[in-house]
């Protein structure tokens, strides 16, 4: 298979700003919107159990339709499916900030979520193919840091504007932003034809889709409903028919959604599955902060969002520097050191206890965005690296997915495990919940939490290493 023409390289700059915007947009969009929510269930009269939907809805369209968005581009060509994906954004952020009822809002959410997957889905393999491959860690690097950029201004600016605007203007900022990237996206990014002769496999989209959203809701209403419950039960059960289904079809289909031969790579494979344990650990992490600080320690929300931003600040000042560094010597033993920081950094993020202080607090979560941001870009890296170029886009797309999906798995198995762990110390379970037991029994459970978390990352670590002595054996048979 060839392409119709070579990728050219010369507007690569302008193509990764214009990818940087649709990132900053859907990674913003998601904590901003969240900050939201207690000022929509005044505005709108209803109980937060409906509210929680204008962030569940976005969340749960998006990882759904990730992967098949990044096949439709493998066959069609990126660049249309990238720009409609800025159109679909930004006309769904102006209908949400209109939404006149908390239904409507949700509807929007959706619509808006279905443009967020378009432009997250096919972001990384855009960059891949518009970067030479010995400056791609580079230029993963600094699409990494807009991600944190994203991440650590949401929730300030989104309380921003809640205090001083009003809610609707969450969605209102978008425009500006959304209207420079699709006239930046329409001018820079290239448009390469892919090969011919491609056919979309419907079959294999519709059972990962109904996979994915069966697992995504057992996740989300066992948080809520308990893991045991009947419920909750049957939806992970769906999730593992469905999979099954997915695996038998693809294995039999001449043009599979997911190509299962990805997976020989033992690069692949290892990097896929060590970036899903860093973001589970990650996200349950950024989930049970925001409690500790204000519960236990005391601090304002205003305060807790500073010390939140220790993560995302330290990971994207370092993401560049360690996606240079991987051009030059390699993915694997930069991911290797960056696993090893994280490990360090989680062992002393559960020495947490009541008595910590700001500088304490820093000084722990600092290794833990170190360790990130040396991770994170040379392993997106030899992911896309990994990758034939006809499927850049499902790649990239799997990429995609285990973000958002370590996402919610973290925060619904790490939360349960800290609630649990809280009610075990406390005797008993709490009616108030778990934020209303003692302060040490809180505390004990972090301790509890973040050293199986740690034990998490010493495994992801011992994949990592072994996948680096696995490359260095076939090194030297050649």
């Avoid at 049957?234 to 999730?239: E, I, K, T, W």
């Avoid at 589970?280 to 049970?288: D, V």
């Avoid at 370092?318 to 920081?341: E, H, K, M, N, Q």
Wanted: charged fraction near 10%.
């Amino acid at each position: 298979m060839t392409f119709s023409s070579p990728p050219e390289h010369s507007n690569k700059w302008r193509v990764l700003l214009a990818v940087s915007m649709g990132t900053f947009l859907a990674t913003i969009d998601g904590s901003i919107v969240n900050i939201s929510l207690p000022t929509l269930v005044t505005s709108f009269q209803v109980d937060f159990a409906l509210v929680q939907w204008v962030a569940l809805a976005y969340l749960l369209t998006i990882t759904t339709l990730m992967l098949g968005i990044g096949r439709l581009a493998d066959i069609y060509g990126k660049k249309s499916i990238y720009l409609s994906g800025f159109v679909v954004f930004t006309v769904g952020s102006m209908l949400c900030g209109i939404s006149s009822s908390i239904y409507w809002l949700i509807g929007f959410r959706v619509l808006q979520a279905l443009g967020a997957a378009m432009v997250m889905a096919l972001g990384m393999a855009i960059v891949t193919e518009a970067f030479p491959p010995y400056e791609r860690g580079r230029a993963l690097g600094i699409s990494g840091t807009v991600v944190s950029i994203g991440i650590a201004i949401g929730p300030t600016l989104g309380g921003l504007i809640v205090q001083r605007l009003s809610w609707h203007w969450i969605f209102f900022v978008n425009l500006p932003i959304g209207l420079l990237g699709i006239w930046l996206v329409a001018r820079y990014v290239p448009s390469l034809r892919p090969p011919g002769g491609q056919r979309f496999d419907y079959g294999g989209a519709v059972t990962m889709c109904v996979s994915l959203l069966s697992l995504l809701l057992a996740l989300t209403l066992g948080q809520r409903m308990g893991f045991g419950h009947r419920i909750v039960l049957l939806l992970a059960g769906n999730c593992i028919l469905f999979l099954a289904l997915f695996i038998f079809i693809e294995l039999r289909s001449s043009q599979p959604m997911l190509d299962l031969r990805l997976f020989r790579s033992s690069l692949f494979s290892i990097s896929l599955t060590t970036g899903f344990m860093t973001f589970i650990c990650l996200s349950g992490t950024l989930l049970l902060m925001p409690f500790y600080a204000e519960n236990v320690l005391g601090y304002t929300p205003q305060q807790t969002g500073l010390l939140m931003a220790t993560v995302p600040v330290a990971l994207g000042g370092i993401a560049p520097l360690s996606g240079s560094l991987s051009d030059r010597f390699g993915s694997r033993p930069i991911t290797v050191a960056g696993l090893g920081v994280l490990v360090l950094g989680f062992w002393a993020v559960s020495s947490l206890d009541a008595h910590t202080t700001t500088l304490g607090y820093v000084l722990r979560f600092l290794p833990v965005g170190i360790g990130m941001g040396m991770f994170q870009s040379p392993n997106n890296s030899a992911i896309m690296g990994a990758a034939p170029r006809d499927r850049l886009g499902v790649a990239s797309g799997m990429l995609a997915v285990t973000r958002t999906l370590g996402q919610t798995t973290g925060i619904a198995i790490l939360g349960a495990l800290w609630a649990g762990r809280v009610f075990q110390h406390a005797g008993e379970r709490l009616a108030g919940g778990a934020t209303s037991a003692p302060i040490l029994a809180q505390t004990l459970a972090l301790r509890d939490t973040f050293t199986i978390v740690s034990a998490l990352i010493v495994i992801a670590l011992s994949l990592s290493l072994w996948g680096l002595t696995k490359e260095k054996g076939m090194s030297r048979m050649r």
